[in-house]
C-alpha cells in the first residue's frame, strides 16, 4: 500500500493512523468483512434480482448527513444490464467495471493489484440499476500509490455515483450515507442489505478504519451507500 509523501493528511483521514509501509497482502485481509457477510447473508445478496476512512466510532459509524441535505425521491428500478464503467464527478474517478465472484474463501474477489484503477462487480448479485443492491469493491491503495477508491471516504449526502450500462443507458445514483463498518461487530444486513424495498440501490466498498499493527490488516471497510435517482441515455 505503500508510502504517499505526496499526498497530505487532508487528502486521506486515515493516513495519520496508517504506517508508511503495509504491503499489499494487507488489502487482502480486510477483505474478511465481506467474506463474513456473504457467508452470514449471501442468499439475500442473490435473491434480490428480479431479472478511505470516517471516523471509527463504533460497529457502524456514520458519517452523517447535513439537516439540510433535500435528498431526491427514487427513481423507478431499470432491467438487468451489465456495468461498462462508475464515473464519481466529485473525485474525479473514471474506472472500468469488471465482473467478479468469489474466491476460494468465499469472499468477493477484488481486481487485482495491476488493475489498481478498475472496479469490480459482484456479478453473482445485483445488476446496478435494477432492484435490489448492486455492491462493488475497488482497493484503496497499493504499495506505490493510491487505488480507485482510495478517496470514498470523503463522499457526501447528495452527491453522484453515475454506472454507465451496456443496455445504453445511464443509472445515476445519489449518495444518502457513508459508514465505517469494524470486523468487531459486523452486521451484513446493516451493511449490504437494502435500505429500502423496491429501491434500486448500491454499494461502494473499500478498507477503511485504522491500520491494526497485531493483525497487519486494516479495521474495517467503508461502505458507500446510494439510490437510483435518474437515468439518461
Known amino acids: 500500500m505503500g508510502k504517499h509523501e505526496h499526498l497530505s493528511a487532508d487528502d486521506h483521514p486515515a493516513d495519520r493512523a496508517r504506517p508508511s509501509h503495509t504491503g499489499r497482502l494487507l488489502t487482502g485481509v480486510a477483505w474478511v468483512v465481506l467474506l463474513l457477510g456473504l457467508w452470514l447473508w449471501g442468499r439475500e445478496v442473490t435473491d434480490v434480482r428480479p431479472g478511505t476512512s470516517a471516523p471509527d466510532t463504533g460497529d457502524m459509524a456514520a458519517v452523517g448527513r447535513p439537516p439540510d441535505v433535500d435528498l431526491p425521491p427514487p427513481h423507478r428500478p431499470l432491467g438487468n444490464a451489465l456495468p461498462q464503467r462508475v464515473d464519481v464527478p466529485q473525485l474525479g474517478i473514471q474506472a472500468p467495471v469488471v465482473a467478479r465472484g468469489l474466491d476460494g474463501q468465499g469472499a468477493i474477489d477484488p481486481p487485482s493489484y495491476d488493475q489498481a484503477a478498475v472496479v ?15 455492491l462493488m469493491v475497488g482497493h484503496v491503495d ?68 485504522s491500520f491494526d499493527q497485531a493483525s497487519r490488516s486494516y479495521t474495517a471497510n467503508v461502505i458507500v451507500s446510494a439510490y437510483l435517482t435518474g437515468t439518461g441515455p
Open 120 to 134: 469490480g462487480w459482484y456479478a453473482a448479485g445485483t445488476s446496478p440499476g435494477a432492484a435490489g443492491t448492486a
Open 142 to 209: 497499493t504499495e506505490t500509490r493510491p487505488a480507485v477508491f482510495y478517496k470514498i471516504s470523503a463522499m457526501k449526502p447528495g452527491e453522484k455515483v453515475r454506472v454507465f450500462r451496456d443496455d445504453g443507458e445511464i443509472a445515476e445514483f445519489t449518495v444518502d450515507d457513508v459508514q465505517v463498518v469494524t470486523r468487531d461487530r459486523f452486521d451484513a444486513q446493516q451493511a449490504y442489505g437494502p435500505r429500502r424495498t423496491g429501491r434500486a440501490e448500491l454499494r461502494l466498498i473499500t478498507c477503511g478504519g
